[in-house]
T-cell receptor, first 117, second 114 residues
Framework: AQKVTQAQTEISVVEKEDVTLDCVYETRDTTYYLFWYKQPPSGELVFLIRRNSFDEQNEISGRYSWNFQKSTSSFNFTITASQVVDSAVYFCALSEASGGSNYKLTFGKGTLLTVNP | AAGVIQSPRHLIKEKRETATLKCYPIPRHDTVYWYQQGPGQDPQFLISFYEKMQSDKGSIPDRFSAQQFSDYHSELNMSSLELGDSALYFC?????????????FGQGTRLTVV
């Protein structure tokens, strides 16, 4: 069965620090999709990135970057020069291609990031 | 651009009552997903529909039912509400279910059972 582990329950940093959120996943499928979502205090789920299992290229988008390593089943997320507005709960999620719907997501428990001024 | 619309945004019900949540997908999207997120929890997949047929089922209680209508909107019906049903309910929509499709989440309906 698929599983997503976010070992960090809470992280607190000071503004402008870099912070990495860890995500480790388990799946038996060879084709799967990994996601990161941000959930600010207002509650909505904000899509950040989706990665296919056959694309291990790391990605950078502004202050955000993602490190996908199949060898360690990890999909870590780094925020560079964090800002107070980055404060939110961040979820890593997984869906398996064999699961039918590609958005039948299994979420990790989330990491609460607090960025202090 | 049009997004996924969920209504109502907030709902307060008493125990044992019935609630109906509605989801209006992005125009032309034919697939709808429902998720339940309890307080301090991660979202849990409930059910999905593709072209008005149930396509997948997760941890949806028997007291809950859902359907997708001819205009592709979806409704989640919850009966005999329990305190534990208090949660944020998300709907997402996509065009198809293939690997390259992308789903978009609505802003959620916050259900409080008292």
């Amino acid at each position: 069965a698929q599983k997503v582990t976010q070992a960090q329950t809470e992280i607190s940093v000071v503004e402008k620090e870099d912070v990495t959120l860890d995500c480790v996943y388990e799946t038996r499928d060879t084709t799967y999709y990994l996601f990161w979502y941000k959930q600010p205090p207002s509650g909505e789920l904000v899509f950040l990135i989706r990665r296919n299992s056959f694309d291990e290229q790391n990605e950078i988008s502004g202050r955000y970057s993602w490190n996908f390593q199949k060898s360690t089943s990890s999909f870590n997320f780094t925020i560079t020069a964090s800002q107070v507005v980055d404060s939110a709960v961040y979820f890593c999620a997984l869906s398996e291609a064999s699961g039918g719907s590609n958005y039948k997501l299994t979420f990790g428990k989330g990491t609460l990031l607090t960025v202090n001024p | 651009a049009a997004g996924v619309i969920q209504s109502p945004r907030h709902l307060i019900k008493e125990k044992r009552e019935t609630a109906t949540l509605k989801c209006y997908p992005i125009p032309r999207h034919d697939t709808v997903y429902w998720y339940q997120q309890g307080p301090g929890q991660d979202p849990q997949f409930l059910i999905s529909f593709y072209e008005k047929m149930q396509s997948d089922k997760g941890s949806i209680p028997d007291r809950f039912s859902a359907q997708q209508f001819s205009d592709y909107h979806s409704e989640l019906n919850m009966s005999s509400l329990e305190l534990g049903d208090s949660a944020l309910y998300f709907c997402a929509s996509s065009l198809g279910t293939g690997g390259l499709t992308e789903a978009f989440f609505g802003q959620g309906t916050r259900l409080t059972v008292v």
